[in-house]
Structure formats: C-alpha cells, structure tokens
C-alpha cells in the first residue's frame, strides 16, 4: 500500500508546489475519490479531523516549516501505478486551480468532516480520526453526480 507521504512527494507537490495546507486537502480528495472510483482506498495513513479540515499527521509534520508558502522540493516520480495517475491527475484536475482556504472550506461542508468535528469546539485541538469508511460512503454517493468538477 503506498504512503501519503510518497503521494505526496511523488505527485502534488511536483506538479502544483501547493502549501501545506492546500497538500493535506489534495491528499484528502484523492483517499476520497479513490474510494469512488476503485472502491479502495489509495494510501494507508488515517486523516485526522484538525481545526483546518482533514490532515495526515505524517504529511503535516514533513512540510509544516514551508507553512502558506509553496513546497519547493523536486521529487522522482517513479515507481506509480496507472491507476495511481489516473486519481492523482483527477484531483489536480478538479482541485489544483484552488488554493488551501477555499479547498479548507470546501472540506468543512461535508460530511466525513462534519462526523468527526461533531461535538468539539469550532477551535478545538483533536487527533479524532476520520473513520475511512465515513469517507468513503460519501465520496461514493457522490459518484451519481454528473462530473467530478461539480463537487468543488
């Protein structure tokens, strides 16, 4: 199973140099839209429901000293599978023209989210995890949606 942090490397920030912000919710749209598209999911790290939407400790931890500026870093992009591709170019696609805040609020009007912030304070710290399959239940009942690019 391949990590976030390899997704991460390998891909958005190569092909976008997103903050570090717009990365944890790239990375929380292709976990969802792998679970639509292949009803699997693409890497194995749990999102956890932070302040600012989901994110993948791991990941955050890595790039947390670029903050709101871009990820400069080159990466080898081997070693990815079509399928792989074929998710990743479908978030750049659809989420890559957004920056980290509309993306943040995108998150924070769905459900998987929703679930998870329920009951905390609107600026509470947690390390809730958003149960996978929260996620992918609703990243499927998007599938009956007529075009990806109507979800952002």
């Known amino acids: 199973m391949t990590k976030a942090l390899e997704i991460a490397s390998r891909y958005f920030i190569n092909e976008l140099r997103p903050d570090t912000l717009k990365l944890q919710k790239l990375l929380y749209f292709a976990q969802g839209i792998s679970f639509c598209m ?21 990941v955050y931890h890595k790039y947390k000293s670029y903050g709101y500026n871009p990820i ?7 070693g990815m599978t079509d399928v792989q591709k074929e998710i990743l170019e479908q978030v750049k696609d659809t989420y890559g023209k957004y920056d980290g805040k509309y993306l ?19 600026d ?3 390390d809730k995890v958003i149960p996978k399959e929260i996620i992918a239940d609703y990243f499927i009942g998007l599938m009956f949606q007529p075009k990806l690019e109507e979800w952002a």
Do not use: K, M
Not at 39 to 47: G, I, K, N, V
Not at 104 to 114: F, G, K, M, R, S
């Open 124 to 126: 509470g710290r947690t």
């Open 72 to 78: 400069d870093i080159t990466y080898c992009l081997d």
């Open 38 to 58: 292949h009803d699997e999911e693409l890497f194995s790290e749990q999102f956890e429901a932070w302040v600012h939407g989901p994110v993948v400790p791991v």
């Open 104 to 122: 943040e609020n995108l998150t924070h009007a769905q459900d998987p989210w929703i679930y998870a912030r329920s009951g905390l304070d609107p």
